[in-house]
């Protein structure tokens, strides 16, 4: 079960940090940092949601396409595992 929550953030991290790169935005990144905070942009935000629902093959309602699932590394990784399903997280 941990190693499976410990994956997840890892993977988000991942895509996180290429999708600041990618928009030339240099941040220390930890899980909990707002990344609106860090400078990623609403155009930037897409960007994330396409890489994340592409890193984790799946397609995000829309219902949980909102500003409050995408306010940090932890929130997106709260929403994938909640999409991953039970005993996922």
């Given at each position: 079960?941990?190693?499976?929550?410990?994956?997840?953030?890892?993977?988000?991290?991942?895509?996180?940090?290429?999708?600041?790169?990618?928009?030339?935005?240099t941040?220390?990144?930890h899980?909990?940092?707002?990344?609106?905070?860090?400078?990623?942009?609403?155009v930037?935000?897409v960007?994330?949601m396409l890489?994340?629902?592409?890193?984790f093959?799946?397609?995000?309602p829309q219902?949980?396409?909102?500003?409050?699932?995408?306010?940090?590394v932890?929130?997106?990784?709260?929403?994938?595992?909640n999409?991953?399903?039970?005993?996922?997280?």
């Amino acid at each position: 079960m941990h190693d499976i929550v410990v994956n997840v953030q890892n993977r988000v991290l991942s895509v996180v940090r290429s999708v600041l790169q990618q928009n030339a935005i240099t941040a220390d990144l930890h899980p909990e940092s707002r990344l609106v905070d860090i400078g990623l942009s609403s155009v930037g935000m897409v960007e994330l949601m396409l890489k994340v629902e592409a890193e984790f093959d799946l397609v995000l309602p829309q219902l949980e396409i909102t500003p409050e699932n995408f306010q940090s590394v932890k929130t997106v990784q709260r929403m994938i595992l909640n999409q991953l399903g039970p005993g996922s997280g």
